[in-house]
């Protein structure tokens, strides 16, 4: 079998009567060569057919972190919740942070939480002590609904996003499939032998979901008999038990997809009982539910991990900042079977 033969640091730097550490380092987007001897780098070494060999770039990434200077391999996790730990109490949380640990241990980092609450919700004060300590790798994570946007200045950081937390901040970003866990649960549901299955989520949690939740649902309805269609039900803040009876009464459907919505209070009220009467699964499945409760398991602390690749990624190379092209990492959830959606 012949080896692919390319093109060495050296032989570039030779062509270009520079130090190999030069082409090292610009090949690396190092902020210490400047902008036009990276390009002249970067096109030489194309033009030559250099390409990195996969497991030597590893070597060197670990090597540069534990010889470099400030707390290289330290990853701050930013948090706009009200407080260092209210996030924990949190289900979702919990889970994408037991992911976020995990992840870096394996990988030689070590965690810090940094609430912007501490800095008095000034996210320049936080920046700086983040320059001050020289750490680069920053993981915007848990934060609750932004009534005024938090914007964070991602120069000179390898930054990514944890789900829609500090949404208002362009960053790559790890998150769930919205839009394959709520078709996945439909098709269960189907397959249970729920004919007339209609979705139950806040319209705050939707829009959070860039609409793919309703999206999801109103494709999905597309392949169903027109007398099995009904219309998803998603209410703001203010609605509640009557404008739930009203759409209960006017779609009747035989099982509930559900985020949030205190749906079985309201069935309850109305003389309704689960699941002899509807079905109900749960889009997201919280500790509590899933004792009994039928429905998806967002994989959370999966989607943890993947943020977490995603600014080592960014360490790794030296890609700092925002990047032109956002990409976002979602992971798939798993479908669980519950006595809240007995077969039929």
Known sequence: MRQIQTARMVEIAQRLGVASSTISRALRSDPRISPEMRERVQEMAEKMGYRPNPLVSALMANRRRRGGGGEVDLIALVTN???RENWRSKDVCRWEFDGIQRRAAALGFRIEVFPLGEYRGDSGRLEATLRTRGIRGLL????RDESAPVLF?????????LSAYFRSTVADRANFHGFFNVQLALEQMHRLGYRRPALVVPELNNHISNNLWSGAFLDWQRILPKQDRCSPFIPTEQEG?????DWLE????????????????????????VPDDIGVAYLYRTSSEMDCGAGIDGNLSAVGAAALDLVVEKLNTNATGTSDHPKEVLI?????DGATLPPR
Not at 153 to 161: D, I, L, N, Q
Request: charged share 20%; proline share 4%; aromatic share 16%.
């Open 81 to 83: 919740y009200g407080g």
């Open 250 to 273: 006017a779609n009747r459907p035989d099982s509930l997809l559900v985020y949030k919505v205190p749906v079985r209070d309201f069935l309850a009220k109305r003389g309704y009982r």
């Open 241 to 245: 038990t009557a404008e739930f009876t």
């Open 153 to 161: 200045s991602t120069e000179g950081f390898a930054v990514a996003g």
């Open 332 to 336: 798939k959830g798993t479908w669980h």
């Open 140 to 143: 915007l994570g848990f934060s």
